[in-house]
């Protein structure tokens, strides 16, 4: 059994990006209730992407009554937490892309930089950030990814997180491997 974290905790540690699925799930509103204290007094703070906030006010504006209230209610929350420097609004509120295409540029981008952590309640996703830790053309950091258990803790995930160095099921650049076969059955002609 794997063990649960604080998000104060995991903010010592790492920066933390949080997604649309994991601030839109209940669990998060109970963990900012606990957290953000903890998190303001270490000056400590959560970033979410604006495209996030624009993904919260299609579903606002368009959801069903449950999905757009609840919508409403994270906005009003994110902006709060904002105002009082637990959150960090990041990235261009015009950008057209999803939050989660954005979310995997920035995890490319910082994970050479910056030891990361991701929060996230989508499991294709999560699956997705777990493969930038399988890229072996360019050096970065580890990127660990939290979900909430059932009972709302961070709780590192399930998927098994591969070190970067020893993982033989790295992507591989196109240098690596018979470039020419590789070619060939791309393009049908072995």
């Known amino acids: 059994m794997k063990n649960t974290i604080t998000l104060s905790e995991l903010a010592n540690k790492r920066e933390i990006f949080i997604d649309y699925s994991a601030v839109f799930n209940t669990h998060f509103v109970n963990m900012m209730i606990e957290q953000a204290r903890p998190l303001h007094d270490a000056q400590k703070q959560i970033t979410v992407h604006r495209s996030v906030l624009n993904e919260l006010t299609k579903l606002a504006e368009n959801g069903s009554i449950g999905d757009s209230t609840i919508a409403k209610e994270r906005i009003a929350q994110l ?17 057209p892309r999803s939050s989660n295409q954005q979310y995997i540029e920035l995890m490319v981008t910082y994970r050479n930089k910056k030891d990361l952590a991701f929060i996230s309640d989508n499991d294709a996703f999560i699956a997705d950030i777990e493969l930038q830790n399988k890229i072996s053309s360019f050096p970065g950091n580890q990127i660990t990814v939290f979900k909430y258990d059932e009972n709302g803790n961070l709780l590192e995930d399930a998927c098994e997180t591969l070190d970067i160095n020893e993982s033989d099921d790295k992507i591989k650049s196109p240098e690596s491997g018979d470039k020419v076969d590789r070619l060939m059955s791309m393009f049908g002609l072995n």
């Open 79 to 95: 902006n709060a937490l904002n105002s009082a420097g637990v959150v960090n609004y990041i990235g261009n509120s015009l950008e």
